[in-house]
């Protein structure tokens, strides 16, 4: 998203610049009248992206043991798309180690807030298709089934919108995907 973009749709959040790779990140942003601060990296292998440094790619897993976690403390994730590429037994080894990630999170710190991401529409191209990314979706929200996680449902959003289909959606989708966010780690 362009910077003219972000501050348009979010006024008081401030990025910082890490001078980091903006593809792999990390990223660093916060709000500071209420208190946030988001941090934001891809993860590890395999990613799809222009170069990046090999120490700049973290796995999730180890991200997640990282974090003590906490009533304050929101995890978001979304995985599928880069791995559309590879056979679905090397997406479903990535999803049962992240599962198991969360769910010692949420063993040590269950008042943490753990919201996972559906897939996209709109991936046309040699790589993938929607039918793939439904297929992947399918077996993320299977293996999430139950744990206390919030699936953040935006196949429809991304589907029935008046935006040309594109695997990354443009600034009207972003920000209804970010107020259903807020719905559900401030609601007040």
């Known amino acids: 998203m362009a910077a003219t973009q972000w501050s348009q749709l979010y006024a008081g959040l401030n990025r910082i610049d890490l001078h980091a790779n903006y593809k792999s990140g990390p990223l660093i942003a916060v709000e500071t009248n209420a208190g946030l601060v988001m941090r934001w990296r891809a993860h590890g292998l395999p990613l799809r992206a222009s170069k990046t440094m090999m120490s700049d790619l973290h796995y999730e897993v180890s991200d997640l043991a990282g974090i003590g976690g906490g009533p304050h403390t929101v995890i978001m994730l979304t995985l599928w798309a880069h791995f559309t590429t590879f056979p679905v037994r090397v997406y479903l080894e990535r999803l049962e180690k992240v599962q198991q990630a969360i769910s010692s999170l949420l063993f040590r710190s269950p008042e943490t807030t753990v919201i996972i991401k559906s897939a996209n529409t709109g991936y046309k191209s040699i790589y993938g298709s929607d039918w793939l990314s439904l297929q992947l979706d399918i077996l993320l929200r299977a293996t ?3 744990m206390g996680v919030i699936i953040l449902d935006v196949w429809d959003m991304t589907s029935c919108h008046y935006l040309p ?14 107020d259903l966010v807020l719905s559900y780690i401030c609601p007040k």
């Open 165 to 178: 289909d594109n695997i990354h959606p443009g600034p009207p989708v972003i920000k209804n995907t970010v």
């Open 144 to 146: 999430f089934k139950g």
